[in-house]
């Protein structure tokens, strides 16, 4: 049985920045996609970031585009979001996923497994 352990999240000033890891059991990540997410109360679940082929290819959504860099350790079986310069609109739950089964890698359909999400708050 696959599962994702978010960690990492908290409170922080505009501008500041973070750094989140998901621990991942059941599967081994080497040669898989694994993703971010992250949802606000109301809104759709939004891809952040994804990574594919152990690192040659990754994909960020325009809104975080050269402040948050995604990133995996195959040793340790996990996934990281290393996030910089946090604005408020960055405030969520983070959440990993794993099981991409095609289509578009932002699309939340597109993907199996869930964490249970960390919650990121970013004041101004």
């Known amino acids: 049985q696959v599962q994702l352990a978010e960690s990492g999240g908290g409170s922080v000033q505009g501008g500041g920045s973070l750094r989140l890891s998901c621990a991942v059991s059941?599967?081994?990540?080497?040669?898989?996609?694994m993703s971010w997410f992250r949802q606000v109360p109301g809104k759709e679940r939004e891809g952040v970031a994804t990574?594919?082929?152990?690192?040659?290819?990754?994909y960020t959504a325009d809104s975080v585009r050269g402040r948050f860099t995604i990133s995996q350790d195959n040793a340790k079986n996990t996934v990281a979001l290393q996030m910089k310069l946090l604005k408020p609109e960055d405030t969520g739950m983070y959440y990993c996923?794993?099981?991409?089964?095609?289509?578009?890698?932002?699309?939340?359909?597109?993907?199996?497994?869930w964490g249970q999400g960390t919650q990121i708050t970013v004041s101004s």
């Open positions: 059941g599967t081994f990540i080497r040669d898989r996609c």
């Open positions: 996923a794993a099981g991409f089964n095609g289509g578009t890698w932002s699309t939340k359909t597109s993907w199996r497994y």
């Open positions: 990574i594919c082929r152990n690192g040659l290819s990754t």
